[in-house]
């Protein structure tokens, strides 16, 4: 499982939604619906989704038990799907 996050977290070039060329200084975020970096402007949609607080309520919890507990990891996968971050 860590590997398998700390990839996703590697710094993507492009938005897994738009493709949207991202620079390294660009934030990105994690989808809470397919734990995927996307950009901002992706997130704010995302975000729009009415179903949108429910699964970001799961995916929080869920990450919680896969990797918090598992790894310690209080600044890793699970944050980064609520927190943009840069490469």
């Keep these: 499982m860590?590997?398998?996050?700390?990839?996703?977290?590697?710094?993507a070039i492009q938005c897994h939604r738009c493709d949207?060329?991202?620079d390294q200084k660009?934030?990105?975020?994690?989808?809470v619906y397919d734990h995927q970096a996307i950009c901002m402007?992706?997130?704010?949609?995302?975000?729009?989704?009415?179903?949108?607080?429910?699964?970001s309520k799961n995916t929080i919890g869920q990450c919680m038990i896969d990797t918090e507990l598992q790894y310690s990891d209080p600044a890793g996968f699970c944050y980064h799907h609520f927190y943009p971050?840069?490469?």
């Design 20 to 22: 949207e060329k991202m």
């Design 41 to 55: 402007t992706c997130k704010k949609e995302e975000e729009q989704r009415p179903d949108y607080e429910k699964i």
């Design 85 to 87: 971050y840069t490469c």
């Design 26 to 31: 660009d934030p990105r975020i994690l989808s």
């Design 2 to 11: 860590q590997d398998d996050w700390t990839e996703k977290l590697s710094c």
